[in-house]
């Protein structure tokens, strides 16, 4: 179903929609229930624009939740993919794969860290981190250790990595939870050195927090963890799982601050579509991990490795580190715009292309809760697809290769359904 909506016969675009109402049936009788999915039955994608199943075409600004960062199907990664699937689909950890060996090395020159482990997603990531901070501190004698994570944070859905995440929304139905976390206020450096006492071994977080609403630490805040690294020797845990990889303006969002981590977890972007996850530590901390200690069955699989280097020729080639910030700063320039018109933005926020415009919903000017959700729905019925995450803060992550004219026809939608909104509050 290649055709636009416009080139269609009505034959076909009946067909698309008895097409599309069997998926939702079937998905909604098979499946269980846990994604609040919109009707919408994606089924093909390129660069920055998406198709449904009636061949309507999308302005694709979630990219997949900040996945697919060279695009939809980039002919250097579908090319890697299918040459890889030819050679060779699953090798065990049993024996070396040169893929997982040639990406190691990579992500190790381009962080400055020693050593990588490879899973299968960024909650995967984040419960290995977990556990290797916990050996580290097991190794040096220190009983009973305290991770420390931050308000709004996520890091994951799996018991460690959902302590972690400090919003209790997130925990209810799942207690008892495992103990060892504590959580502070997110940017808060007097509550930061309050809590450090001999049993803290590592600080968890977010530079620049996704899912919680794109709230990106300050550098006062980040030099503050280096500092107390540096008095305490706690372990400093950079989670880059939605915002590493070129996503701020830069390959890795530490870079923005000047502070080295001594471990970091990534995904999301990182397979160009393909499930992985990286693990990455320095030597000291990385080599307490021996056979035995950890692994995961489908980590390092050669054809997600392949996929991986081929995103990362693609990055670096492409420069879409320099896009992604460049673009960004146009994209938060029109968002401010359209927060001078609408009384109800509340702030536009971000870093690069992660990028959060905020709806207020208290005051004399606030839409009623929820407005973010009719705000994706209208966006989605004129071909814009963004999401609302924190309840009410509109998040734009779109494919690093978007250009600038996708970007003002994202915001031209926006507008559109800004205004369908506005005249609701008036009426």
Not at 43 to 70: F, H, K, P, T
Not at 80 to 87: L, V
Not at 232 to 245: A, Y
Not at 283 to 305: D, I, L, R, Y
Request: proline content about 5%.
């Amino acid at each position: 179903m290649q055709e636009s909506m416009k080139e269609m016969s009505p034959e076909a675009t009946t067909t698309g929609k008895s097409y599309t109402a069997q998926v939702i049936r079937d998905g909604q009788q098979y499946l269980m229930q846990n994604y609040a999915q919109l009707p919408l039955v994606l089924v093909r994608g390129q660069g920055a624009r998406v198709w449904d199943a009636e061949g309507r075409s999308y302005l694709d600004c979630v990219g997949g939740i900040a996945v697919n960062s060279v695009g939809h199907c980039h002919p250097r990664v579908v090319a890697a993919i299918r040459e890889q699937a030819e050679q060779l689909i699953h090798c065990s950890n049993l024996y070396w794969s040169p893929q997982s060996v040639t990406l190691a090395k990579r992500l190790v020159q381009l962080s400055g860290l020693d050593r990588a482990f490879f899973c299968n997603s960024g909650t995967e990531a984040n419960e290995a981190a977990i556990k290797l901070v916990r050996k580290y501190a097991s190794l040096h004698g220190q009983e009973q250790p305290e991770i420390i994570s931050f308000t709004t944070s996520f890091h994951g859905r799996t018991l460690g990595a959902l302590t972690a995440t400090a919003q209790p929304k997130f925990w209810q139905g799942f207690e008892p939870l495992p103990g060892g976390f504590v959580h502070l206020p997110f940017k808060d450096v007097d509550a930061l050195r309050a809590a450090i006492n001999p049993q803290t071994v590592a600080i968890f977080i977010e530079p620049v927090q996704g899912e919680g609403g794109v709230n990106e630490a300050t550098a006062e805040f980040m030099q503050a963890l280096a500092r107390v690294r540096e008095e305490h020797g706690v372990l400093l845990v950079c989670d880059e799982v939605q915002c590493g990889l070129g996503r701020t303006g830069k390959m890795f969002a530490f870079e923005h601050y000047g502070v080295q981590p001594d471990v970091m977890t990534l995904a999301k972007a990182l397979g160009g579509g393909l499930p992985i996850g990286a693990l990455l530590a320095r030597q000291e901390v990385a080599t307490v991990f021996q056979p035995g200690t950890h692994g995961s069955t489908f980590g390092g699989n050669p054809v997600a490795c392949a996929a991986a280097l081929a995103v990362l020729d693609v990055m670096e080639q492409e420069d879409l580190s320099a896009n992604a910030g460049q673009i960004g700063n146009h994209l938060m320039l029109k968002l401010r715009e359209l927060q001078a018109q609408f009384p109800f933005i509340k702030e536009v926020r971000g870093l690069g292309l992660l990028v959060g415009m905020e709806l207020e919903y208290t005051g004399p000017t606030a839409l009623a809760p929820g407005a973010g959700k009719q705000v994706v729905a209208l966006c989605q019925e004129n071909g814009l697809l963004i999401n609302c995450t924190a309840d009410s803060v509109i998040r734009f992550i779109p494919p690093l290769t978007i250009t600038r004219d996708e970007a003002d026809e994202a915001v031209g939608i926006l507008k559109t359904a800004l205004q369908q909104i506005a005249g609701k509050v008036q009426g």
